[in-house]
C-alpha cells in the first residue's frame, strides 16, 4: 500500500519558518488528494491545508490563511507545506494524509505517514 513519510520539521522561534515534505511510495498517485493535518496530545487530528494532485486546487484551514502554503512537486511524487509567522499554538505534530475527496475530515483519508514535530518556542 501507499507509504508517506514526512520531514522538515524542528524547533523555530516565534515568527520563524519550516518547510515541511511528504514523500510518498507505493502508488500515490491513485489518490486525488494530499493534505497536511497537525495533532497535539489529547486532541483530534486538525485540518491544516490539501492541494489536489490534478489541477493544483488548495483549500486551508482559517488558523493557517495567509501564513502556510502547500504545494505538489512537478513530479507529483511529494508535496511540501511552506509554514512562515509561525506561532507558538502552530505547535504539534504534522502528518500528511492521502485520500480521494477534497476534505476537513480526517476520516475521509486512506493513509498517514508517522508524522514530523514542530514546535514553535516564543
Known amino acids: ?24 511510495s507505493g502508488r500515490p ?4 488528494v494530499m493534505a497536511w493535518f497537525r495533532q497535539t496530545p489529547g486532541k483530534k487530528r486538525e ?3 490539501r492541494v ?10 482559517d488558523s493557517v490563511k495567509g501564513r502556510f502554503t502547500i504545494s ?6 511529494s508535496v ?13 505534530v504534522y502528518y500528511c494524509g492521502a485520500g480521494n475527496f ?5 476520516a475521509r483519508y486512506a493513509y498517514w505517514g508517522q508524522g514530523t514535530q514542530v514546535t514553535v518556542s516564543s
Open 102 to 106: 477534497m476534505s476537513d475530515d480526517e
Open 1 to 24: 500500500q501507499v507509504q508517506l513519510v514526512e520531514s522538515g520539521g524542528g524547533l523555530v522561534q516565534a515568527g520563524g519558518s519550516l518547510r515541511l515534505s511528504c514523500a510518498a
Open 52 to 61: 489536489a494532485w490534478s489541477g493544483g486546487s488548495t483549500y486551508y484551514a
Open 80 to 92: 511540501h507545506l511552506q509554514m512562515n509567522s509561525l506561532k507558538p499554538e502552530d505547535t504539534a
Open 72 to 77: 505538489r512537486d512537478n513530479a507529483r511524487d
Open 47 to 49: 485540518f491544516v491545508a
Open 29 to 32: 498517485f491513485g489518490f486525488h
